[in-house]
C-alpha cells in the first residue's frame, strides 16, 4: 500500500527542518554500514500512531537565486503537486507576514488538506499570540514548538486524520511487478514502450513529459508482468528543471508497489550524484534491484568500454553490490527484453524461503571457519538463525548478546548466505536477538 506524502510548507526561518527533525526523529540520522549511499534527503519515512508516511523537507530544497518571495512560491507549488497533506508552517512570535500571505494565496488554489503550524509557541503564556493566525483561511491553528517538541501530537493527529482514504490494491500472486526509476531523459518511457511492445506511453526527448504513474499489464514467454512507469515532472519550466531533486518523491510510491525495481541510467551522461539518490530509495524499500544502463547504442565504445562503466558503478553504488547490471537501448531495442529474464531471477531470489536446517548448516559451517571475534573481553556465541520474511528475505540470528555482534560480522554472515543461496539482485536483512 502506498504510504501518504506529507509536506512542511512556509518561508524561510518558521523552523521548518526543526519540525521535520522532531516529526521524523530517529530515522533521520540512519547510517548506512555500505559507503555510496546518498543521504542529502529531503523526505524521510516517518510514523504517528501507527500511520506510516513520507514526510518532505521543502527547507531542504535549492532553487538557485531566484527572488526570496520566488522562492516560497516554487517550494509551495511543488508541495501542492506532490503531497497528500501540507503543513503550513509559520513563525508565532512575528505574527502573520506578507510572506505568510503569500503562501497562503498559493495553497487557496490547492484541494489539498492544509494544516496550519504556528511554531515557535513555546510556552502556556504565549498561547494569545496564535489567533491573529486565523486570518490566514485555513481554520484552526495548532501551537507549536520545534524547540520542546510541545504541541505537536494534536498537529500530527490532525494530519493523520486528513489523509485520504486508501483502497487496498488486489495482488496477483503470479504477477511479476516491476519500476523503473532514474534521473528525467534517461528513457525509461522508451523501455516501457518495448515491454509493451506499442507506443503506449509517450516519448520524447524533453526531460519530464510523463506525468503520472502508469501501470501497464503484459505477457511474455508466459509470465505475467505489470510495469509501472515512474511519473515524470508533472509541469515544463525552470522550477521544475532547478529542482531535479523532487524526481525522487514520483518514484516513492511507484518503489512501494514493486516486486523489483529497474535503476535506470544514461549510458551517454554516465552516473549522477542524483542517480545514486533514487537508487538508495529502492534499497532502503528492500526490493530487488537491476541497474540497467540504456542508450548504450549512443556511446563510443572499445573492448573495454564495457568493463570500466561495470567497475564505475560498482564504485559509485557500493550499496548496490549485489545488483545485476544490464546495458541496453531502448532506441534499437538491443537487449531489452533480456532484462525480462533478469527480472525473473531477481523476483524469485526476493522471494526465496530458505529451510531453518539447511540455513543452519550453513552457518555453523562459517562460523566454525571464521568464529566471531571477542569485544571487551566478550566472545559473540552465535545459537542459530531462521529466515522470518521474504521480499526482501529478512533473517534472524540468536546470539548471546546483541551488543557485541560487530556490523563487519553481520557482512561476513550475510556474504556466506549469498555464497550458498545466491540472492542475486535482491538485499538481505538480518536481525540480530538475544536467546531467550
Not at 521535520?20 to 526523529?25: K, L, Q
Not at 533521520?28 to 508516511?53: C, K, M, Q
Not at 516491476?178 to 507506443?199: D, M, W
Request: avoid cysteine.
Amino acid at each position: 500500500m502506498t504510504k501518504p506524502i506529507v509536506a512542511i510548507v512556509g518561508r524561510p526561518n518558521v523552523g521548518k527542518s526543526t519540525i521535520f527533525n522532531r516529526i521524523v526523529g530517529e530515522r533521520i540520522s540512519i547510517v548506512e554500514d555500505v559507503p555510496g549511499v546518498t543521504r542529502d534527503r529531503i523526505y524521510s519515512p516517518a510514523e504517528w500512531l501507527n500511520h506510516e508516511f513520507n514526510l518532505i523537507d521543502t527547507g531542504g530544497i535549492d532553487i538557485g537565486d531566484e527572488p526570496f518571495l520566488e522562492q516560497i512560491r516554487q517550494q509551495a507549488e511543488i508541495a501542492m503537486d506532490e503531497a497528500d497533506v501540507i503543513i503550513f508552517l509559520v513563525n508565532g512570535r512575528e505574527g502573520v507576514t506578507a510572506a505568510d500571505e503569500q503562501v497562503a494565496k498559493i495553497l487557496y488554489r490547492t484541494k489539498k488538506p492544509v494544516v496550519l503550524g504556528v511554531n515557535k509557541i513555546d510556552n502556556p503564556d504565549m498561547q494569545n499570540m496564535i489567533y491573529d493566525f486565523y486570518s490566514l483561511g485555513f481554520g484552526e491553528p495548532f501551537p507549536i514548538s520545534g524547540s520542546h517538541g510541545l504541541g505537536l501530537g494534536d498537529l500530527l493527529d490532525e494530519v493523520v486524520r486528513s489523509f485520504p482514504e486508501t483502497e487496498e490494491e488486489r495482488i496477483e500472486d503470479d504477477v511479476i511487478r516491476f519500476s523503473l526509476i532514474g534521473r528525467p531523459n534517461v528513457g525509461k518511457s522508451s523501455l516501457t514502450n518495448v515491454f509493451l511492445g506499442e507506443e503506449r506511453v509517450i516519448v520524447s526527448d524533453i526531460a519530464g513529459t510523463t506525468r503520472d504513474a502508469i501501470d501497464s499489464d503484459f505477457v511474455h514467454d508466459d509470465q505475467k508482468y505489470k510495469v509501472i512507469d515512474t511519473a515524470g515532472m508533472r509541469k515544463k519550466g525552470k522550477v521544475y528543471e532547478s529542482t531535479e531533486k523532487y524526481s525522487v518523491l514520483r518514484a516513492l510510491r511507484a518503489i512501494e508497489r514493486s516486486d523489483v525495481v529497474l535503476v535506470v541510467l544514461n549510458g551517454e551522461e554516465g552516473i549522477r550524484e542524483q542517480d545514486k539518490r533514487i537508487a538508495g530509495y529502492a534499497h532502503d524499500a528492500g526490493r530487488g534491484v537491476i541497474i540497467v544502463v540504456n542508450k548504450w547504442d549512443a556511446v563510443e565504445k572499445d573492448e573495454k568500454t564495457m568493463n570500466r562503466m561495470t567497475e564505475e558503478i560498482r564504485k559509485n553504488f557500493q550499496f548496490l553490490d549485489y545488483a545485476p547490471i544490464v546495458f541496453v537501448s531502448a532506441k534499437t531495442k538491443q537487449r531489452v527484453l533480456a532484462i525480462l529474464e533478469t527480472v525473473n531471477m531477481v523476483s524469485e531470489n526476493h522471494a526465496l524461503r530458505i529451510q531453518s536446517s539447511i540455513l543452519n548448516e550453513v552457518i555453523e559451517d562459517a562460523v566454525t571457519r571464521n568464529p566471531a571475534p571477542s569485544d571487551k573481553g566478550r566472545k559473540l556465541r552465535i545459537y542459530y538463525m531462521t529466515q522470518v520474511q521474504v521480499k526482501p528475505p529478512t533473517f534472524v540470528v540468536f546470539v548471546n548478546d546483541p551488543e557485541i555482534m560487530h556490523f563487519s560480522y553481520e557482512r561476513f554472515l550475510q556474504n556466506k548466505l549469498r555464497e550458498a543461496f545466491g540472492f542475486e539482485g535482491t538485499p538481505i536483512r538480518l536481525i540480530t536477538r538475544k536467546r531467550s
